[in-house]
């Protein structure tokens, strides 16, 4: 699909009416559709996605996350920003849920480590799968080595270490043990 296809496919969606709910099989078509543009990284889908996370109908909001997984938002920082708000502050689960991931996903350095919005999903937010999300994302970003952090994230998802803030720190602290002695 060239640009000018992907373009006509983003009109179509753009000219959906946002000011009634949507049914579920509009939902699914419009994420399909979506969701196809996002895959090939289509600029103008990523910047759409981004201003449906302002509309009312949670739908549309999930929609939008979802897509925007696939994007890398490096040079976004105000979407950035936008999304731990949202995090904190989104009623639907289901969107919290993808914003954690999408959080998670980003690199951070070791001087914007941790993500201080998904350390505050984790320790606050009523939802298991938000907080285990924030967690994964949390183990992901925090540099230590890959084997260990899959490993970490396996004894998460077995229910073996608790899904807290103590418990990510304890993991670093090793992590970072293991690698200063094998320094």
Known sequence: MDDAAMQAVLDEVRAIPTDTPLEPEETRAIYRRLHDLAERR???????CASCLARLDAEWRSIAVMCLHHYDLDDAPALLDRLRWM??????????????????????????WPDRALARALDDDPNFQ????????????????YPQAQ???QQMER?????????????????????????
Do not use: M
């Not at 229910?159 to 320094?183: K, L």
């Open 130 to 145: 938000v907080r285990a999300n924030a967690f994964r994302g949390l183990i992901e970003t925090a540099g230590i080595p």
């Open 151 to 153: 490993q970490a994230l």
């Open 42 to 48: 289509f600029a103008p889908a990523r910047a759409f």
């Open 159 to 183: 229910g073996e270490i608790p899904i807290t803030w103590a418990a990510i720190e304890r993991i670093v602290a090793a992590a970072q043990g293991d690698t200063q002695t094998r320094g």
């Open 87 to 112: 995090l904190g502050n989104e009623p639907d689960s289901d969107v919290r849920i993808w914003i954690a991931g999408i959080l998670g996903a980003q690199p951070t350095g070791a001087d914007a």
